[in-house]
């Protein structure tokens, strides 16, 4: 840190104390009334040639011609300023100027305002300076300090840096916050504005950061501008908003700086405080509530510190960096004796490396079987998980006395709000008491209804009786009669061939007297004659199977008003993730 070094050889041989600057002040003004004059004090007006001297000027010159160069009767005193106290950092073209002026109540653009205000991209402030007025140009008396602003053109940034580090604490001395202005168009760090806060915090220490105050230019608040930045819900990459802005750069903080805290925003554009045109902004209501509103909020957190920012001296520095020397000179011996011992456990452990070698061989092979292991009892955990939408039984908080598994949800017909069923409603087995069976996949969801299976009775058989009954015929007969009989008595006829008459026929006939064998012509003759049935009638008597209900004296059967098997009741749950 070559500038560092500088810095504390000139102040060196210069003999200042910490804490002292010499100051030459107006003969009107003494040292106590400086705190609520509103005047600016700074580099160009506390009064002496060494407090405008280049800070670097006298670096190599010999020690006697170092010694402060005073005009006769000059004290070396150090201005009483006012509480609390604001310190504006930022780079160049933030507005840091403009809002020093607008916060001491002036026309950040008016030739007359304490704080010089360039219109080009150049810093106009090449020193700090400080104003001490009322908040606003109304309220309560203030400090506020102009830094130089970093990474312009001119690439005096080191000389820059010392001269505000000199002004910091041997002037201002303490800050109840410290401003970090952003122009609001702009989220990303200049390598100027980096290397300036990497500064800072070596110089200051981390705890500057907890004082600290981000403050955002160029961030209007007409309607236009307003409605500009409104967010859309459904367009989230087009929102700007405050919200948005903080995010970015609270993530540049902590990719550049390490530093991970939700700091306090301030959006106040101070050109709403520049009457006339071209915008007429002090004439516009809305600008104006928002530039109220914005500014109550760093008052309020910097006068409600409990305690405020010190910057630390040069001979802070050199006490703190003696300090540090001791602390490493004690930690350099510590290592060095580390070192020693540990080279001694080195060769030790040489020795055991071979047999340490040899049970690694072994513990890997031992680490391979059981990777394989674990791979197989994976493998069989994955198959005996339960796949999304299987049901199961369980007995249910009240007597498991477990909660609900994660991941599982009651069959009772309730909507599945997670996984892949969200949205599907869980089967109502469990109030509607239903069983579950197996069916093909097209048809899992359907429920069936109470049915009997079609089936056949066994029949014992039955009879049926009628009462008897008879028919009646009255006799008949028929007969016939002979003609041109021929009687052959005691013959044996065997034929009646010498007949001529085709008629005739060969008769017997038993008589007494033995057979006798004849011939007749044979004409056949009936007697008309008719039967006649008596009518009667057939009773059939009628008779039943005999089938009847469920007797369940004979076998214990139950009855109700359902077919179901015998059951235990349990709750079903479906697994939904």
Not at 223 to 234: A, N, V, Y
Not at 380 to 385: D, E, G, P
Request: hydrophobic share 35%; aromatic share 8%.
């Amino acid at each position: 840190m070559v500038w560092l070094t500088g810095l504390l050889s000139l102040l060196a041989l210069l003999g200042c104390k910490a804490g002292e600057v010499n100051i030459a002040l107006p003969g009107h003004w003494d040292a106590e009334a400086v705190a609520g004059t509103g005047k600016v004090l700074s580099g160009s007006n506390v009064g002496s040639e060494y407090g405008k001297q280049d800070a670097t000027a006298n670096l190599n010159k010999p020690k006697s011609q170092h010694e402060p160069r005073r005009n006769p009767g000059e004290a070396r005193v150090k201005p009483v300023l006012a509480d609390p106290r604001m310190v504006i950092v930022g780079p160049t073209g933030a507005g840091k100027s403009s809002l020093a002026n607008s916060f001491l109540g002036c026309d950040p653009r008016a030739s007359d305002c304490m704080f010089e205000v360039c219109n080009d991209m150049n810093s106009c402030t090449k020193q700090t300076s400080f104003g001490v007025g009322p908040w606003l140009g109304t309220g309560q008396n203030f400090t506020v300090v102009d830094t130089p602003g970093f990474g312009d053109t001119d690439n005096d940034d080191e000389a820059l840096i010392e001269e505000m580090m000199e002004v910091l604490s041997h002037t201002i001395d303490h800050a109840d916050t410290i401003i970090l202005l952003l122009k609001g168009d702009d989220t990303r760090f200049s390598n100027g504005l980096q290397k300036m806060i990497k500064r800072l915090t070596v110089m200051f220490g981390q705890s500057w950061w907890d004082y600290l105050v981000i403050v955002v230019s160029f961030w209007p608040y007409d309607q236009d501008s307003i409605d500009d930045r409104e967010c859309f819900p459904d367009y989230p990459e087009y929102c700007k908003d405050e919200a948005w802005y903080a995010a970015q750069i609270n993530a540049q903080i902590l990719e550049k700086f390490g530093v991970d805290k939700n700091f306090t925003y301030v959006f106040s554009d101070s050109w709403s405080q520049t009457p006339g045109p071209p915008g007429f902004n002090t004439d516009d209501p809305i600008q104006q509530q928002h530039w109220q509103e914005e500014t109550t909020k760093l008052w309020d957190i910097t006068t409600g510190r409990e305690e405020a920012f010190g910057f630390m001296t040069i001979d802070d520095i050199l006490e703190e960096n003696a300090a540090q020397r001791a602390e490493i000179k004690w930690l350099n011996d510590v290592i060095t004796t580390n070192i020693s011992k540990l080279a001694g456990f080195i060769q030790d452990n040489a020795d055991n490396l071979g047999l340490v070698s040899g049970r690694v061989t072994v513990n890997d092979a031992h680490i391979s079987q059981t990777n394989l292991r674990i791979d197989e009892g994976e493998a069989k955990i994955a198959l005996s998980l339960h796949p999304v939408g299987s049901i199961i039984s369980w007995l249910g908080a009240g007597k498991s006395l477990v909660s609900l598994p994660l991941g599982w949800q009651l069959c009772d017909g309730s909507t599945i709000m997670h996984g892949a069923l969200a949205g599907q409603a869980t089967p109502d087995l469990n109030n509607a008491g239903l069983f579950l069976r197996g069916g093909v996949e097209a048809a899992v969801g359907e429920v069936e209804q109470d049915a009997v299976q079609q089936h056949h009775h066994v029949d014992a058989g039955h009879t049926h009786t009628e009462g008897s009954h008879t028919h009646g015929s009255e006799e008949h007969w028929h007969h016939f009669s002979e003609d041109s009989a021929y009687y052959y008595q005691g013959l044996v006829v065997t034929s009646c061939e010498t007949n001529p008459n085709p008629d005739t026929r060969m008769v017997s006939d038993v008589s007494d007297d033995g057979y006798t064998y004849h011939c007749v012509n044979y004409v056949d003759a009936t007697t008309p004659k008719k039967t006649i049935i008596t009518s009667a009638t057939s009773t059939v008597h009628s008779a039943s199977s005999g089938l009847g209900g469920i007797d369940g004296g004979q076998d214990s059967a139950r009855t109700a008003a359902e077919t179901r098997p015998r059951n235990m009741k349990a709750v079903f749950i479906i697994r939904i993730q």
